[in-house]
């Protein structure tokens, strides 16, 4: 009887291999031999799954987005009303404090650097953001008592600062890993959220 193979599975292997070989070359030097050999399969079996570099690129982008959100929705279902320090400490699971996070991290900022000259890329950037967004939005609203959820507006508006906040610490230390490590990335975004969380779950 033939052998059944999970496709999931196996283009789970190849974008992760993706994501090993871009964090070690960059996006353009990331050769599809090179993919195969991490991911320990032939370069057919890797178009066999995926049509060309170009959709195994995008879909490591994908598979990068999906751990996000994966980790939005993990990180405790709510919070305590009120209790901002305990929210932002989950939010540090974001940074990148280990090496899987500052993978995903160097990896998501190749796509940035591609989307800058790349309309379609840009489309999918913000597609990914909403996301993001739309994920944060009733992990906040639980920092607020039932009786005083804020508007969907001013939620939203939270988010994106929060979203802000972290790209910009992940940023830096990201391309400045020996100036950041975790303790002043989790310092530095604690200082910045907050004040806006505070004021967000008091009103």
């Known amino acids: 009887m033939p052998k059944r193979v999970n496709i999931d599975e196996q283009r789970r292997t190849i974008t992760d291999a993706a994501i090993t070989v871009i964090n070690e070359t960059g996006l353009d030097r990331t050769r599809l031999r090179d993919v195969a050999r991490v ?10 799954y995926f049509d060309g570099k170009d959709a195994v690129l995008e879909a490591t982008l994908e ?14 279902d709510r919070y305590v009303p009120g209790d901002v320090e305990a929210f932002i400490g989950r939010v540090c699971c974001y940074l990148p404090v280990d ?32 996301a993001f967004v739309e994920r944060l ?12 959820k804020a508007s969907a507006h001013r ?10 906040a972290v790209d910009g ?35």
């Not at 090496?99 to 990914?128: C, K, M, N, P, T």
């Not at 939620?155 to 802000?164: F, G, P, T, W």
Request: hydrophobic fraction near 35%.
């Open 99 to 130: 090496e899987d996070g500052r993978q995903e991290w160097r990896v998501w900022l190749a796509f940035w650097g591609r989307a800058i000259a790349d309309e379609r890329l840009r489309a999918v950037h913000r597609s990914y953001y909403r």
């Open 137 to 148: 939005i009733p992990h906040l609203q639980s920092l607020r008592n039932e009786t005083s």
């Open 169 to 203: 610490v992940g940023t830096r230390a990201t391309l400045e890993p020996e100036e950041w490590p975790p303790k002043r990335q989790r310092e530095t975004l604690t200082s910045l959220l907050m004040p806006m969380l505070l004021e967000f779950s008091d009103q």
């Open 155 to 164: 939620a939203r508006k939270c988010a994106d600062a929060l979203i802000a």
């Open 63 to 76: 598979e990068i987005v999906r751990r996000t959100l994966e980790r939005i929705e993990t990180t405790g």
């Open 39 to 48: 991911g320990n399969m032939t370069t057919g079996a890797v178009t066999h």
